[in-house]
């Protein structure tokens, strides 16, 4: 398991029965991005990727 893990778990324990748009997490990351800049890099990742998911990988 990784450190992670226990992150995703709390949140799908607490939250896991809502339903959300990608608008609201969009701007979730982005308040959470203007709070913690160092994390910027890892937040722009994550949103790219769940961005292409339906991509044809290459």
Sequence with gaps: ???TDR?????E???GDEEVSF???AEQLRVF???NPE???PVE???TWLAR???EEE
């Design 1 to 3: 398991m990784y450190f």
């Design 7 to 11: 992150g995703i778990e709390e949140l």
């Design 13 to 15: 324990n607490r939250r």
């Design 23 to 25: 608008g609201w997490l």
């Design 33 to 35: 991005t203007d709070i």
């Design 39 to 41: 994390f910027e890099t």
């Design 45 to 47: 990742r994550l949103a």
């Design 53 to 55: 998911l339906d991509d």
